[in-house]
């Protein structure tokens, strides 16, 4: 399903959650791995010739090897490459060039560990960035994954009916249907108060927006929630067991490039109990069984 897969880190570790999954990924489907560390100019580390000259660019390859040496040995062929620049460029042109189809980042800097308090509704703007513009789904990993087979069982997609989590939703269904997961697609109101009448209408227009894009799912639920959307989302998860939320990379902005990750997102990703992906457009899965944006299935030549 994931064919190339590419996998942000820093020499300091505190992505090592994020590894744990993508190496979790690889050894799953076969995939190709790429560990990559861009040293941004931040570090005053300057251009990448000095990089190489100083013999840096080694050292900290043959860190971050060592770092994640017991996960690799399950991937021998991953590749770890230490390249200068700005961070989100870089992570963005190389999985341009190997046509990647996840992207796998932790949600925050060196600094998360001492700012976690302060982190709700922030997150590092590297990840901004890669989310934004990205060709493919980027999903964020904050915490230890366990490795399911099938990988995925209970499946939560997040919408705020918007044209862009029409993506999200998408997505979630040819992800329930090729790993034959539970589907649930909720949304939260904050407009009105709480009740079995008000849940119910937003029920009604889940299946009326989506029901039929979503056929054939054996497992399929809509739910309607009022209060603050991140916290009913993460609420959700917990009680579904969900072990994936998708959700639509922002809401409002015409252009995804142009969007900024929406605030509950980042609200979800650094709380969530499992993985968040973040969709910023329409997607298909890389594999022999395809979906169109209606639902309906069509045989294809798996790309290689």
Known sequence: MFKDIIVGVTPTGVDACAVEAAVNFAKKFESNLYLVHVAGMEQGWGSIE??????????LEARIREMYAPLLAA???ASVQVVAGIPHNE???LARKKDTDLVVMGPHTKEYEEKRAQMWGMAGSTLERVSQKARCPVMIVHQAVECKDPAFCSILVATDFSEQSECAVSYGGQMARQYKAGLTVMNVSETATDSPDGRAQ?????RKEYGDRLQGIEKCGFMGRFGRPAME????AKQLGSDLIIMAHHSKADDPEEAFLGSTVVQVSVN??????????HF??????MYDQTGQAVQVSATV
């Open 284 to 289: 298909d899965l890389r594999c022999g069984l």
């Open 233 to 236: 989302i993460l609420n959700m």
């Open 272 to 281: 969530a109990p499992c993985p968040t992906m973040s969709v910023n457009r």
């Open 75 to 77: 991937v021998p062929s």
């Open 50 to 59: 000095t990089l190489d000259a100083s013999g840096e660019t080694a050292r």
């Open 202 to 206: 937003i029920e009604e227009r889940l």
């Open 91 to 93: 992570l963005l042109r």
